[in-house]
């Protein structure tokens, strides 16, 4: 089955489009490079639709956070569009999912972890490929004093974790570019649910943020006063 992979959560856009799990074609750009980065975007992703036959793309797999708030609207818009227009299902997943999941070795905690700018971050644990904490919304210190020693930290939060002294014994940092979050490794945390036809209802199917936007934070202060 041909799949289409988006991955718009972190500063490096990505696309790609696979065949299972062999990707065919990939496509990534640092987001900040430019001010048509979200142009192109969908520019590479309609040249994708031009390479497949019509009927051939079987779904799609996009990640819906948590990360930055517009960029996360720019993969969602992607993806719910081609869902209409193409009639093609679509599995949404987590970030931190998408980095935890995958990475996660047997003997230690794998903690996956998301820059949420302002000082804080997203994280969420894992253990022998289930997750086994909620998704947080934390800060560096916190987190670290939370999984104590012996830890994998990976994802591209990995330098704010990294610049808090001192650590507990045992915790390793994982910066191979594998563990980051990029459009294949979408597709890979989409598999299971795209076989079984465990698709996501696309009209209500929103990014999933944790942290609240300026303009939520800017509401609540204009009410409490």
């Known amino acids: 089955m041909k799949i289409l992979g988006i991955e718009t959560s972190s500063p490096i856009f990505s696309l790609c489009l696979n065949d299972d799990e062999t990707v065919l074609y990939e496509y990534s750009r640092r987001r900040e490079v430019d001010r048509y980065g979200d142009v192109e975007i969908f520019n590479e992703a309609r040249k994708i639709l031009d390479s497949v036959a019509d009927g051939e793309l079987g779904a799609i797999a996009v990640s819906i956070g948590p990360g930055n708030f517009t960029s996360l ?11 209409f227009v193409k009639e093609i299902p679509v599995v949404a997943v987590n970030s931190l999912d998408v980095i935890g999941l995958l990475s996660s070795l047997p003997d230690l905690h794998t903690v996956a972890v998301v820059n949420a700018y302002r000082g804080e971050i997203y994280a969420s644990v894992y253990d022998s490929g289930k997750r086994v904490s909620d998704y947080l919304l934390t800060t560096a210190a916190e987190l670290i004093q939370m999984i104590g020693d012996g830890a994998v930290i990976v994802g ?23 563990y980051l979050l990029h459009a294949p490794r979408v597709v890979s945390a989409a598999l299971p649910r795209i076989r079984n036809r465990d698709f996501d209802n696309i009209e209500f199917l929103e990014p999933f943020y944790i942290k609240k936007t300026d303009a939520e934070r800017n509401y609540d202060k204009g009410n409490a006063s």
């Open 73 to 83: 609207r720019v993969g969602l818009t992607l993806a719910k569009g081609l869902a």
């Open 156 to 178: 591209p939060g990995i330098d704010i974790i990294a610049e808090i002294q001192p650590r507990p014994n045992g915790i390793v940092f994982k910066r191979d570019e594998r």
